[in-house]
């Protein structure tokens, strides 16, 4: 009888340590890491900054593989192809996910929805209302009353048409009650050099990049597009307090897999990003860069992505906006 009990106890502790095996054997040894954007940019810095603490977290390899164009949607139309073992995860942000789905609706080569199971929301950030530290303007009330004084130069630019900084530009102007024309640029650079020179009397885009140019003296942050300051910078006002109501837009950036990966990988990939995002040096070096991590689970992201898309669905109608 002891022999027995012995040889079961035997038998269960192999086969336990061999699901545990099997389970770290399903990851494949190279995970990509798939960004849509050149490397340098915002979304290729978190994705490097992560790659390293994620890849001591899984015990495999993760790379950066950069695959840029088409504002994000090569590389969402690469991952929706790609092995669904795990292999490849998109790291986009919430301009691919939602505003391109919506603006694209019926163009795209992927649906958001059928082609990908969201993984984990990694960081957020809002968006600013600036203008020029020369340009006289120092708050909502004072921009609204200098764009009704000139009307033939009411105008605002952004980082690129048919973006999240240009609709979040509509929604402000909607919401203030102004009238403004929107003037695209090819970047967040060029909009800043634009906004600096007068050619365009104020610009939306993220927190993230007016917030240096603000610092150093150059520009001015009116507001930030969200309900609440921003914890990383709690000295510039929201437009919310400032009178202007329903401005909550924030920018993230979330993990994707193709819809065919297994929901055990799925897990694994959410707890995984769920630890790095907790360490202290991890949280350090976003904050340098004015991110904060947002950690949202896979089940929560799908949520917060069904909401996205329902808010900003009439707003982009509303726009009248077609893509070239």
């Given at each position: 009888?002891?022999?027995?009990?012995?040889?079961?106890?035997?038998?269960?502790?192999?086969?336990?340590?061999?699901?545990?095996?099997?389970?770290?054997?399903?990851?494949?040894?190279?995970?990509?890491l798939v960004v849509g954007y050149p490397p340098g940019g915002s979304v290729d810095t978190v994705a490097r900054?992560?790659?390293?603490?994620?890849?001591?977290?899984?015990?495999?390899?993760v790379v950066v593989d950069n695959r840029a164009g088409a504002g994000g949607r090569i590389a969402a139309g690469?991952?929706?192809?790609?092995?669904?073992?795990?292999?490849?995860?998109?790291?986009?942000?919430?301009?691919?996910?939602?505003?391109?789905?919506?603006?694209?609706?019926?163009?795209?080569?992927?649906?958001?929805?059928?082609?990908?199971?969201?993984?984990?929301?990694?960081?957020?950030?809002?968006?600013?209302?600036?203008?020029?530290?020369?340009?006289?303007?120092?708050?909502?009330?004072?921009?609204?009353?200098?764009?009704?004084?000139?009307?033939?130069?009411?105008?605002?630019?952004?980082?690129?048409?048919?973006?999240?900084?240009?609709?979040?530009?509509?929604?402000?102007?909607?919401?203030?009650?102004?009238?403004?024309?929107?003037?695209?640029?090819?970047?967040?650079?060029?909009?800043?050099?634009?906004?600096?020179?007068?050619?365009?009397?104020?610009?939306?885009?993220?927190?993230?990049?007016?917030?240096?140019?603000?610092?150093?003296?150059?520009?001015?942050?009116?507001?930030?597009?969200?309900?609440?300051?921003?914890?990383?910078?709690?000295?510039?006002?929201?437009?919310?307090?400032?009178?202007?109501?329903?401005?909550?837009?924030?920018?993230?950036?979330?993990?994707?897999?193709?819809?065919?990966?297994?929901?055990?990988?799925?897990?694994?990939?959410?707890?995984?990003?769920?630890?790095?995002?907790?360490?202290?040096?991890?949280?350090?070096?976003?904050?340098?860069?004015?991110?904060?991590?947002?950690?949202?689970?896979?089940?929560?992201?799908?949520?917060?992505?069904?909401?996205?898309?329902?808010?900003?669905?009439?707003?982009?109608?509303?726009?009248?906006?077609?893509?070239?």
């Amino acid at each position: 009888m002891l022999k027995l009990l012995r040889a079961g106890l035997c038998f269960s502790f192999s086969f336990f340590v061999g699901q545990a095996s099997a389970i770290a054997a399903d990851l494949p040894f190279t995970i990509n890491l798939v960004v849509g954007y050149p490397p340098g940019g915002s979304v290729d810095t978190v994705a490097r900054l992560l790659a390293q603490p994620l890849s001591k977290e899984l015990g495999a390899t993760v790379v950066v593989d950069n695959r840029a164009g088409a504002g994000g949607r090569i590389a969402a139309g690469y991952t929706k192809a790609a092995k669904a073992d795990g292999s490849y995860l998109m790291i986009a942000p919430n301009s691919v996910t939602t505003v391109a789905t919506l603006v694209y609706a019926g163009k795209l080569n992927f649906d958001i929805r059928k082609d990908f199971a969201p993984v984990a929301r990694l960081v957020s950030y809002p968006f600013a209302l600036s203008v020029a530290a020369n340009s006289g303007i120092a708050s909502p009330a004072e921009l609204a009353t200098w764009l009704k004084t000139h009307p033939a130069q009411a105008n605002y630019g952004s980082s690129g048409a048919g973006g999240l900084a240009h609709f979040s530009g509509l929604l402000y102007a909607k919401n203030a009650g102004i009238t403004w024309t929107h003037v695209p640029f090819a970047g967040g650079a060029p909009l800043i050099t634009n906004l600096l020179g007068g050619h365009v009397v104020a610009g939306v885009d993220t927190l993230v990049d007016h917030y240096e140019q603000a610092r150093t003296g150059k520009l001015r942050i009116l507001g930030i597009f969200s309900p609440e300051r921003y914890s990383l910078t709690p000295d510039i006002p929201t437009l919310e307090e400032q009178g202007i109501k329903g401005m909550d837009v924030m920018g993230w950036f979330g993990a994707f897999v193709p819809a065919r990966t297994p929901p055990e990988v799925v897990a694994r990939y959410d707890d995984a990003f769920r630890k790095v995002l907790s360490s202290p040096e991890v949280i350090k070096r976003l904050n340098e860069l004015v991110l904060q991590p947002a950690y949202m689970s896979h089940e929560a992201l799908r949520d917060s992505l069904d909401a996205e898309l329902a808010m900003w669905g009439p707003v982009i109608k509303e726009s009248g906006f077609t893509p070239e």
